[in-house]
Structure formats: structure tokens, C-alpha cells
């Protein structure tokens, strides 16, 4: 059964960081890529960043410049964000999606977790 799993989500302070996790099952990683996106109620599914199926390429919205990083290690199964400097804007429930192009368009991805909170507050 094909699954992706985002963990590592919870709530902490401005300027705080987490780290989350995107481990997958019933389906050989490393010939996806991966995306992570967040949403808030009201608004639509934003994609964040993506990383290429081996690694090579990342892609970030320009709101998470420099704040978040992307990695994934294939022998593992996971994909992981690195969130460093998070700000209250940043709240949202954060998703990971298995697609076959690097891209932040939702549409384009096949496979996609249940998500994981994360909130920013003092």
C-alpha cells in the first residue's frame, strides 16, 4: 500500500525551528520527487518546495528562502524540511507529495500524505 507520512509537525515560538518528516512506503522513492505544500482554511494548497528524485535539484517559494531546506535520503524513505527563523505566517498544516516533475503546482503530484500541523506562536 503506497503511503507518505508527515511527522515532526507541532507548535512552537517565533524565530523557533522544526524539522519535518515525510517517510514513505509501497513505492520505490527514489524515482519520485517530492514536494512539500501547506494550507491554511480559506486559502488553497501553497507548494513550498520540491526536491528532484535523487536530489539534485530544489525549488522554493519565495516566502521560505533561506529559511527552510529540503533533503531526502532514498535508503531511508524520507524526505525531510529543515525550518529555521519560523514566523506566525508559516502556520498551516504542511502536506508531502510524491510527483514525477519538480514543480509547485499540486495538480502535477500522484501521491499525497495526510499532513501535520504546525503552529507558530508566543
Known amino acids: 500500500q503506497l503511503q507518505l507520512v508527515e511527522s515532526g509537525g507541532g507548535l512552537v515560538q517565533p524565530g523557533g525551528s522544526l524539522r519535518l518528516s515525510c517517510t514513505t512506503s509501497?513505492?520505490?522513492?527514489?524515482?519520485?520527487?517530492i514536494g512539500w505544500f501547506r494550507q491554511v482554511p480559506g486559502k488553497e494548497r501553497e507548494g513550498i518546495s520540491c526536491i528532484s528524485s535523487r536530489g539534485g535539484l530544489t525549488i522554493y517559494t519565495d516566502s521560505v528562502k533561506g529559511r527552510f531546506t529540503i533533503s531526502r535520503d532514498n535508503a531511508k524513505n524520507t524526505v525531510y524540511l529543515q525550518m529555521n527563523s519560523l514566523k506566525p505566517e508559516d502556520t498551516a498544516v504542511y502536506y508531502c507529495?510524491?510527483?514525477?516533475?519538480?514543480?509547485?503546482?499540486?495538480?502535477?503530484?500522484?501521491?499525497w500524505g495526510q499532513g501535520t500541523q504546525v503552529t507558530v506562536s508566543s
Open positions: 509501497g513505492f520505490i522513492l527514489g524515482e519520485y520527487a
Open positions: 507529495a510524491a510527483g514525477k516533475i519538480v514543480t509547485h503546482r499540486a495538480s502535477a503530484y500522484d501521491y
